[in-house]
């Protein structure tokens, strides 16, 4: 079967950085991508990395290692509006077909 | 505003009771998707149409229905609402960068 394992909860302090991390099985792999989803509200897309490596988009970097089947979201300077649950989801195939983990739950305390 | 549109927004329905929702999008896209989330879980994907009069099952199609009326449009219908139906479902679409875009959601209770 396929999973991606992702902690469920993750507490932080308002200004520091969080690494959330993420680790796949899966039967196919074209790239991993990452959402955030604040309470009562939609996933919205945040990053995708399809090779190995950093993907620096503002205080959001996203990072691959295709070898190790591993991958994290590092949130820097982080803001109370950071508070929300972060996703990642590997796409299987061409079709952009995702597979979801269940979620990280970030708490950001002042 | 260019994105996803999904309606209704909030939906209760008693057990053995139909409805349809119903997803646009002006991006576009070629491929659409319906998923649905449980509490404290990722989504699940129940079908999805990857072009315009073609769609496929996802993970947990039973119980569903779907329409790609043309390529803005793909609507999910409940035929017989059952209480494990009670979720909130989401729309999407993809985006070239290989994001997808979501709808706003519709929460829906089976009674």
């Known amino acids: 079967g396929q999973s991606l394992e992702q902690p469920s909860e993750v507490t932080a302090v308002e200004g520091a950085i969080v690494q959330i991390n993420c680790t796949y099985q899966t039967s196919g792999f074209y790239g991993l991508s990452w959402y955030q989803q604040h309470d009562g509200g939609a996933p919205t897309f945040l990053s995708y990395?399809?090779l190995d490596g950093l993907e620096e988009t503002g205080r959001f970097s996203s990072f691959l290692s295709r070898s190790d089947s591993y991958g994290y979201l590092l949130l820097q300077e982080l803001q109370m509006k950071d508070s929300a649950s972060y996703f990642c989801?590997?796409?299987?195939?061409?079709?952009?077909?995702?597979?979801w983990g269940a979620g990280t739950k970030l708490i950001i305390k002042p | 505003n260019a994105g996803v549109t999904q309606t209704p927004k909030f939906q209760v329905l008693k057990t053995g009771q139909s409805m349809t929702l119903q997803c646009a999008q002006d991006?576009?896209?070629?491929?659409m998707y319906w998923y649905r989330q449980d509490p404290g879980m990722g989504l699940r994907l129940i079908y999805y149409?990857?072009?315009?009069?073609?769609?496929d099952k996802g993970e947990v199609p039973n119980g569903y229905n779907v329409s790609r009326l043309n390529k803005r449009e793909f609507s999910l219908r409940l035929e017989s609402a059952a209480p494990s139906q009670t979720s909130v479902y989401f729309c999407?679409?993809?985006?070239?960068?290989?994001?997808?875009?979501f709808g706003s959601g519709t929460r829906l209770t089976v009674v």
């Open positions: 989801a590997v796409y299987m195939d061409s079709n952009y077909q995702l597979i």
């Open positions: 991006m576009n896209h070629n491929s």
């Open positions: 149409s990857a072009s315009e009069g073609t769609t």
């Open positions: 999407a679409s993809d985006r070239a960068d290989y994001g997808y875009t």
């Open positions: 990395n399809a």
